[in-house]
């Protein structure tokens, strides 16, 4: 539930907590999937969070605190880019519609590390090649047209399996968080 706007806008820093232990992760979620340094990703959504404390009061209300958030995060995102000329991660349109159809919610009901935990599990279900696949992609942070050259591939092909790999882990994930097997 989201903490009272009146409440955040008297500068009451226990519902401002709540509003961090509610939204931190989404925010996160959506730099992370923006930016290759996540360390980086992690820092700008902190600075996320002192900007809405300090702009809480200018907030009408108009749109919905995970919007304007997102709002500030892209803000903060933007100016990261520009100073460091940081390269944004490429093709990434379905993950962050995966960030922001779902994740958003379970982060209120699930804490991290579990969700963390069960993401692993679903990547375990992933071997041979696909696996390799997700690990140069995401861990190491290989662009798709070097992977795509690497392996021989052809760039669509490759963002296809892409696509279809994330869509999968996102299932896994929600039938875990939902309490079903997958």
Same mark, same amino acid.
């Given at each position: 539930?989201?903490?009272? +706007?009146?409440? !955040? ?14 939204? $931190? ?9 923006? #930016? ?14 002192? =900007? ?16 304007? +958030? ?15 000329? $940081?390269?944004? #991660?490429?093709?990434? *349109? $379905? ?11 379970? =982060?209120? *009901? ?12 679903? !990547?375990?279900? #992933? ?5 390799? !696949? +997700? ?10 047209? *070097?992977?795509? $050259? ?7 092909? !490759? ?11 996102? *299932? ?11």
């Amino acid at each position: 539930m989201e903490p009272d +706007l009146k409440r !955040l806008r008297s500068g009451d820093l226990d519902a401002f907590e709540d509003l961090v232990r509610l939204h $931190e992760g989404a925010v996160r979620a959506f730099l992370r999937s923006r #930016i290759r340094d996540w360390a980086s990703a992690d820092d700008l959504a902190q600075d996320v969070f002192v =900007t809405a404390f300090q702009k809480i009061r200018s907030f009408r209300g108009d749109s919905s605190i995970p919007t304007w +958030l997102r709002g500030i995060a892209m803000n903060h995102l933007r100016n990261f880019v520009r100073k460091r000329r $940081e390269e944004c #991660i490429g093709g990434s *349109e $379905e993950l962050q519609a995966f960030v922001e159809s779902g994740f958003e919610s379970w =982060t209120a *009901e699930v804490s991290e590390p579990e969700t963390l935990h069960l993401l692993r599990e679903c !990547l375990e279900k #992933i071997d041979g090649p696909a696996r390799r !696949l +997700l690990h140069e992609r995401y861990a190491e942070g290989r662009t798709v047209r *070097e992977l795509a $050259e690497k392996h021989d591939r052809g760039y669509s092909a !490759l963002t296809m399996q892409l696509h279809r790999l994330r869509e999968a882990m996102a *299932e896994c994930v929600k039938l875990k968080l939902e309490g079903g097997a997958s």
